[in-house]
């Protein structure tokens, strides 16, 4: 504001002009947040409103407490502006904004306390059934991961979200046993309640074996060992080679119950490691037949004859690698024959020796009956 002064005396007068200053405009600063209560890690909005002659210029904001602003001062558009705050701790913080004035209006601050609360945290308890006591064995939850040879496994503390986990999938407790885990992996999800618990139940395994004996004497299935679960059924199978047949299984331990011993495509339960072996044999492609040799001699004294034979064994085997369609398969056959008496040619001394040997016992008998009578 521009004022004329006219300054008179006896001889003069002098015209003057003076500028005048108006005074500057008181302001207020009102800050508000959103929301009013924050937990540690999230944010709230600080908004800042100067009321006064259409105040332009700056606002600055200040903490007194463990935090950050997306950005420490804004410009005032239309009165107003905004910042947003992240506490990284709990309690209670106080939040300032200062505003600087500009050439019609005052400075001027305000300032709000903030309550930050503690992050919320999750319990999540692994717990497992079915390793023997004593065992070790592993979780992994996000970043985290702990060992313990008891029945449960607990990670405390934890942020709301989601975790992916796993456990040991197989646990051995030598090269024929082991524990395998029903499910090793998965994701917990995390977000209120307070209290997460996952179940993994493991189940005992066997190593089963499968051999061939004599090792060229077929092929069996399955060929490679094979972990079967605790009380499990497979099928097995025993496939002979060229000139051989199955004979049966052999189980080294009763620890498996096999359905059929004699067939070769079966049902075996497994209750613990065990190998079972295929038996098989040569099979003769050509009947044979044995007889023994037979001897007869002729005594050289009239008064007796003597033959000697022996057993006649006739063994006859026949394959069984082609047998036709709807017949049985050909077995193998041993049978023995009674002895045979060989058929004797008469000679001419025997027809001159026995007459006499009748005449000579003749004899005998009436000169024994005359002896008698005289006594």
Same mark, same amino acid.
């Given at each position: 504001?521009? *004022? ?147 029945? *449960? ?39 209120? /309640? ?28 399955? *060929?490679?060992?094979?972990?079967? *679960? ?13 000139? /051989? ?51 007869? /001699? ?25 047998? /036709? ?51």
């Amino acid at each position: 504001m521009v *004022a004329n002064t006219v300054l008179t005396g006896p001889q003069t007068s002098v015209q003057a002009s003076v500028l005048l200053t108006p005074p500057l405009q008181q302001t207020v600063t009102y800050l508000t947040r959103e929301p009013n209560t924050v937990v540690v890690g999230s944010s709230t909005k600080c908004i800042a409103e100067v009321v006064g002659s259409s105040p332009t210029g700056l606002v600055y904001f200040y903490t007194s407490g463990n935090g950050s602003f997306s950005a420490t001062v804004c410009v005032l558009t239309a009165s107003v502006c905004s910042v947003t705050y992240t506490p990284k701790s709990p309690g209670l913080q106080m939040i300032t904004a200062y505003y600087s004035g500009d050439a019609k209006n005052k400075p001027s601050h305000a300032e709000f306390e903030l309550t930050v609360a503690p992050k919320p945290t999750y319990t999540v308890v692994f717990i497992e059934s079915g390793l023997p006591s004593g065992v070790n064995w592993t979780v992994e939850l996000g970043e985290l991961r702990e060992t313990h040879n008891t029945t *449960a496994i607990t990670f405390k503390g934890l942020s709301a979200g989601v975790y992916h986990w796993n456990v040991s999938p197989y646990i051995y407790e030598g090269p024929d046993v082991r524990y395998a885990a029903n499910t090793s992996s998965g994701d917990v999800y995390i977000n209120c /309640s307070s209290s997460i618990t996952v179940q993994v139940v493991y189940t005992p395994e066997f190593l089963l074996v499968l051999a061939a004996s004599p090792p060229d004497g077929g092929v069996v299935s399955p *060929a490679q060992p094979i972990w079967v *679960a605790y009380g499990a059924s497979i099928i097995i199978d025993a496939s002979p080679a060229t000139g /051989s047949e199955f004979i049966g299984w052999m189980p080294s331990t009763q620890l498996v119950v096999v359905a059929n011993l004699s067939s070769k495509a079966t049902l075996v339960k497994v209750f613990g490691p065990a190998t079972l072996t295929a038996l098989f044999q040569q099979v003769n492609t050509q009947s044979s037949i044995t007889t023994s040799s037979m001897t007869t /001699s002729t005594p050289s004294t009239p008064t007796k004859n003597t033959i000697s034979t022996t057993t006649t064994t006739a063994t006859i085997s026949t394959s069984n690698t082609s047998v /036709s369609a709807g017949k049985p398969p050909s077995t193998s056959i041993s049978q023995t024959t009674p002895p045979i008496m060989p058929q004797l040619t008469p000679q001419l001394g025997e027809y001159i020796i026995t007459p006499l040997l009748i005449i000579l016992l003749i004899s005998i008998g009436i000169f024994a009956w005359r002896k008698s009578r005289k006594a």
